[in-house]
């Protein structure tokens, strides 16, 4: 079975930075992917950000505001949110796709941290 624990959410002016952490633990053979998805009041879950094979892609939303880094060695994913908008409040869930040693390949998700920007 493989846990997510998400840290680094909360509340913070326009303009602000977070950071935001995931740790995958558990029967991983492999990570094969992580990111950060949101889901704001009345939205759709969205991607905001993801690395794969050391390959970052972002959501056009954040492009230059947002970075993503990955910790293999801890199986941890960051993401670090600059120049924040209060239209990035949302929920965010953390994202992997990781290769079980007894299961396979299965994609997981954390329990989601509350990202709130005031204006």
């Known amino acids: 079975q493989v846990q997510l624990v998400e840290s680094g959410g909360g509340l913070v002016q326009a303009g602000g930075s977070l950071r935001l952490s995931c740790a995958a633990s558990?029967?991983?053979?492999?990570?094969?992917?992580m990111g950060w998805y949101r889901q704001g009041p009345g939205k759709q879950r969205e991607l905001v950000a993801n690395?794969?094979?050391?390959?970052?892609n972002y959501a056009d939303s954040v492009k230059g505001r947002c970075t993503i880094s990955r910790d293999d060695a801890k199986n941890t994913v960051y993401l670090q949110m600059n120049s924040l908008k209060p239209e990035d409040t949302a929920v965010y869930y953390c994202y992997t796709q990781v290769t079980d040693k007894y299961t396979g390949i299965r994609s997981h998700w954390g329990q989601g941290t509350q990202v709130t920007v005031s204006s």
């Open positions: 690395i794969i094979s050391g390959v970052t």
């Open positions: 558990g029967s991983i053979f492999s990570v094969n992917a």
